[in-house]
């Protein structure tokens, strides 16, 4: 099987967007096997989208595209594919209906324009997309696949995972091979340390040991395939044995994992709760924190504690500590942190003070310098870091240390 | 002038790296106003290499490749170039004697491989890599410019900029066209309904008018062609004032503006502050206010109030209020919202409450409910949504309403 992809939008030839789709595909199919050997990119134009179509269909046999699949006049895709490919679009009951229902749950008019993402290649099927009202479309006429994606990824991505991969999995027959994949997560340390780390580890054709960035944060992607699933398994399993061995104090979590959820997931295990008290990141670790379903249970709130008069009046720190020692030192944060477990009644605070610029350093306190603590029945730990990046950077490593502190403390790994 | 990009590297079609010196180089065509129509990745081989050059010249009459500049037996841009265009390269005096200069400072032995960097066309010129060993090249050849760059961004970019840029700003000459655009940022409305509101406008030429994404907030993006800038800009505005009548309502901002941005620019002019109790939004609503920098001086802070005891001893909440109608429910908006306002001593305070889900739904209240509340010196104003979506798009729509809501407020569009 030859693939090529083909990636639409005028948005995406203006610079203005960054087609992080065509990589995420391209790693897929190079996990699956899948000789890609070209990708394309054109705008929201018909003869142009005609032509890539054309051209690619003469040398690969399956094209994937993304974008395009919209309601408005510029999206092109699918009706360019049934022209090219002598194909028809027709209206598919089940996907109207769910389209409907989409509009009906949100109370928003269902515009007439929308039903044109309710089309359907009469050689082919839909691929649901629980993220957005554009589903996916496969196309097979003879030797030639076509599968349509949704531009924004946070559609593409679980579309590819969920539908994409099973259904080419099955074509390939690789049903009969099998691939088992595992994410180390890190925490505490950079890509290139940890790479570092894992020297020649990751030379290993099967399993394979790779590093991937998720946002700013590090891991590893540990993969083996195997005849069967307990094979690439135990294979995985003896993999991330020896990259533990190296690199085991940073890996805080396996897969969907996050810091967050690891956190909440301690807090419920033991009983206990938490609160935040946050300065410089705003209200970012409590978005964290919150994002995990069920976090109610252990996290019962925090305070925003951006000016000097909140800390004091909501947190109680003291008014000497604020002038004599300024609302970024290791005491304030550690005062914050008392205080929001005082206030909350919760069993942890954790609590954040910093200057995450672009203004307000100086020699002695640069932007970046950011103190946290962690306040609990056996008394207050502190950490003082110095982060560097733009503001947004500052915040959410600020966000990733403080939510680490308070993983180690849960865990009695620091006194 | 009508360009292509050609990106050469297997390591992208692996889709261990992301492309973005591709979307680099098409925001810098378009700010000269040269028409990019496509872009297309290939490996390192020489047959596609070779393929997707001669359709590329096809088409455009200038090509821009990144990649394949460096000195193994893979890196073939060139030498393709040459064969695919009928040049020949010959070697540099003065790029070889510069890259014996850049080894020598480093103490590195000068591989014979590394003399295939210093190979120029016979029809074109050098251009200089401050940040690397490889060189960029152009030929001219009859109506065909070819523009080889290196792939590393750190270095792409500088050459970009400073040879590229000018050299074909002057190809351009008089013709240079200058491009003008200009986003309009929207709330409270759907791409789709947005669209259909803007109508046969999005047919226009010149100016064209696009819808675009930007995360899941929808925006229009206008822009002229012209042959100077003070046409360029006047054509712009006149459009966007055709644009504003049909959808004037839902345009919070422009350009770079975020709804956030807007919010604090607003309490900035007015000289006054606002402060927020979050529920089912978690500190996403802080979170966003201070990315903006200088944020402290308008936002003084806020109070995560995810339990009911938060929510009674901090906002002060009625116990009754919480127990007869429930923690989502519009009264408890309004009393946090005038609870944070008083606790803090704000000018405005800006509450959300609501089930992000995916659990604690009922057939009375389900998953996606949200209410909120602004509270300032002339009372308090609600609303009442009704979400879609996974937990995230839940607290990112709640939080996008409710910063609408507060701006609304402060402009005095609602009473």
């Known amino acids: 099987m030859q693939a090529e992809i083909l990636s639409v939008g005028t948005e995406l030839l203006l610079g203005d967007t960054i087609d992080t ?21 054109v705008g929201d134009n018909r003869e142009r989208l005609l032509d890539a179509l054309r051209s690619a269909a003469s040398r690969a046999d399956l094209i994937l595209t993304t974008g395009g699949l919209g309601p408005t006049p510029d999206d092109l895709t699918k009706e360019c594919i049934a022209e090219a ?24 008019p269902f515009a007439q324009s929308n039903r044109k993402q309710a089309l359907l290649f009469e050689s082919g099927f839909g691929l649901p997309n629980p993220n957005g009202t554009a589903p996916g479309a496969v196309m097979e006429k003879e030797r030639l696949i076509v599968i349509c994606l949704p531009g924004p990824p946070r559609e593409m ?50 399993p394979t040991v790779a590093p991937v960035l998720r946002g700013m944060e590090p891991s590893f992607r540990i993969t083996a395939r195997a005849s069967d699933a307990a094979t690439a398994e135990s294979m995985v399993a003896e993999m991330e044995a020896r990259v533990r061995v190296r690199i085991g104090d940073y890996v805080y979590g396996t897969d969907d994992e996050t810091l967050e959820s690891v956190v909440i997931d301690e807090l419920r295990r033991r009983q206990r709760t938490a609160g935040t008290a946050e300065s410089c990141t705003g209200g970012l670790i409590g978005h964290r924190l919150t994002n995990i379903a069920g976090s109610s249970d252990v996290f019962l709130g925090g305070i925003v504690s951006y000016s000097n008069d909140v800390k004091e009046s909501l947190l109680g720190v003291r008014a000497e500590t604020l002038s004599l020692l300024g609302a970024v030192s290791v005491e304030t944060a550690a005062e914050m942190a008392a205080g929001v477990r005082r206030s909350l009644g919760t069993s942890y605070g954790l609590s954040v003070t910093g200057i995450a610029g672009p203004g307000g350093g100086s020699a002695e306190k640069p932007v970046g310098l950011v103190f946290m603590a962690v306040a609990d029945d056996r008394g207050t730990v502190t950490e003082r870091h110095q982060f560097g990046g733009s503001r947004p950077d500052i915040k959410q490593r600020s966000s990733q240390a403080a939510l680490n502190l308070l993983r180690k403390r849960i865990l009695g790994k620091i006194e």
């Open 21 to 41: 789709n065509a990589s995420t595909i391209s790693r897929a199919l190079a996990e699956m096997g899948v000789s890609l050997t070209r990708r394309v990119t």
């Open 157 to 206: 991505i679980p579309m590819l995972e969920n539908s994409v991969v099973p259904y080419l999995r099955r074509k390939l027959g690789q049903d009969a091979q099998v691939l088992r994949s595992r994410f180390l997560r890190l925490v505490g340390i950079g890509e290139s340390s940890a790479s570092e780390l894992a020297g020649e580890l990751q030379e290993s054709e099967n």
């Open 85 to 108: 490919f002598g194909d028809r679009l027709i209206e598919d009951p089940q996907a109207a209906e769910t389209l409907r229902e989409f509009f009906a749950r949100r109370g928003i």
